[in-house]
């Protein structure tokens, strides 16, 4: 029983921490990639006053309106940057 306990805590210690890197992955890369257009004041507006859900935040990222340059990353980055993009909301 003590075996699985320890098991049981490593796994959840494991998965916040792996919950934590996707945030910092979708700050740094919204730092990198989005802050220049979408912050307050900036020209494609602040996606904090967004109204758009995850799944339209993903398309608009899969097919970019014009002037908008692609997201090129895998689908975990695009994940991380929405989900953290969605949590300046609250």
Do not use: W
């Amino acid at each position: 029983m003590k075996h699985v306990s320890i098991l049981i805590l490593a796994v959840t210690l494991f998965a916040g921490t792996a919950v934590l890197a996707d945030a910092n992955q979708g700050k740094d890369l919204f730092a990198k990639k989005c802050v220049m257009c979408h912050a307050a004041g900036k020209s494609a507006g602040d996606l904090k006053s967004s109204k758009l859900d995850k799944k339209a935040l993903c398309d608009k990222l899969a097919t970019p309106p014009k002037g908008m340059p692609a997201f090129k990353g895998t689908d975990a980055e695009r994940d991380s940057l929405v989900d953290y993009v969605t949590s300046l909301r609250k």
